[in-house]
Each structure stands twice: as C-alpha cells, then as structure tokens.
C-alpha cells in the first residue's frame, strides 16, 4: 500500500477508534462502574442515559458524542493533510466511520448506541446549514408525533435530501455520507420502530406538544 493510500485509511481507521468512546459508558465508568446497557432500553446513547440516570449524567453523553463526531470529521482531515495526504471524500469517511464505531465499539465488546448524536457533531464540521435542516426536522417530527426515534430516522433521512435539492458542496461526499448516514441511523432505531407498530414505544411528552391535553 503506497503512502498516499495508507494516511487516509490509518486516518479512517483512527476516526472509528474514535468514535468507539462510548460517553454513555466512560462516564458510567466513572460513576462507579454504570452500565446503562443494562438498564432502561439497554442502548449506550443520551436518551437512556436520561432516561435512567438524570440530566447530568446524559448531558455529559451527548457532549462526548457530539465531540468525537466534530474531531473525526474536522480534525483527523487536517492531521492528514499535514502529512500531504488529500482527499474531498476524507472528512465525510471519518465522520461515518466515527458513527460506526459509535455503534460498534471495539473499545466495549461492539455494543454501543445508535448514532444520532455523533451524526450531530460530524455535521457540526462538515456542513452546519445542513445540520440545521437536520434538527428543524427532528424537533418538528418530535413536537407532531413525540417519538425521539422516529424523529431521528426522519432527520437523518433529510440529510440526504437536503444535499441533493440543495446542491451542497462537496456534494459526492456529502451525499454518499448522508446516505450511508441514513440507512445506519434507520437501521439502528428498528427495534423503535417495531414498537412503535406495536404501540408500546414511550414518547417524549414534555415535547410532544400535538398530545398535549390528551
């Protein structure tokens, strides 16, 4: 493998070792050994982490997360460049493999969360007007129908849509990443969409505001 190759896939590789830090786990690590896998919904993400152990303790997920996603996608390009090493398509390959890890973590027996929030950091980097179509489309499918995973399966499925009508640039990257991105969030959140189907996925009521009175 020649040089040229090789800084960009040790730089992928270093994005999903990355993204394997799991917040919900290193934080649970330092709180005494709290494994939230265990608990609630059993997933390494923000909203069990809330769900089962306050706000303190999932703000503190979500920053780790989102930060992992922005360094993979902002940060680990620029070591690669440093080293010459320069492509369109690097910062969009690192902010996934970042979510790969995130969802996969070599670091915690490959058992991790569901993406949405390092998906939210790496679009920080990559593209914050899309970011911005990405979490209007949350809120709005959070406030009409109260589920945080159906709202997230409809966000990241935006991005993809937003790219193409918009014509974002670099829009190969771009768009390959946004459908990658989709198709790993939907598949992440299956178990909430059955439960959905079978009407027993909570909602998030102090958000719902279409059920509000009910």
């Known amino acids: 493998m020649s040089a040229g190759i ?4 040790l730089v992928v590789l270093a994005a999903y070792l990355l993204g394997s830090v799991s917040g919900a786990l290193v934080i649970g690590a330092l709180r005494g050994g709290i494994d939230i896998r265990t608990q609630g919904s059993g997933n390494a993400g923000g909203t069990n982490a809330l769900r089962t152990q306050g706000i303190a ?7 780790i997360d989102l930060g992992k996603g922005w360094l993979a996608a ?3 390009p ?56 990405v979490l209007g489309v949350w809120l ?3 406030v009409l129908f109260g589920f945080v995973g159906l709202a997230s399966v409809a966000a990241a499925i935006a991005l993809p849509v937003a790219v193409a009508f918009g014509r974002v640039a ?10 990658a991105a989709a198709m ?3 598949f992440t959140h299956r178990a909430n ?11 998030a009521r102090r958000l719902w505001l279409a059920g509000r009175g009910r």
Do not use: D, N, Y
């Open 6 to 9: 090789a800084m960009p896939v």
């Open 57 to 63: 303790f999932a703000v503190g997920v979500v920053i």
């Open 74 to 76: 902002a940060w680990l």
């Open 78 to 133: 620029v070591v690669a460049q440093r080293f010459g090493a320069t492509t369109a398509w690097l910062p969009a390959a690192c902010a996934f493999a970042a979510m790969l890890g995130h969802v996969w973590p070599v670091w915690h027996g490959f058992r991790g969360g569901k993406g949405a929030a390092t998906l939210v950091g790496a679009l920080l980097a990559l593209s914050p007007g899309l970011l911005g179509v």
């Open 140 to 142: 709005l499918m959070v």
């Open 170 to 179: 670099p829009f190969g990257p771009l768009l390959g990443f946004g459908i």
């Open 184 to 186: 790993l969030v939907a």
């Open 193 to 203: 969409l059955a439960r959905m189907r079978a009407g027993t996925e909570p909602r």
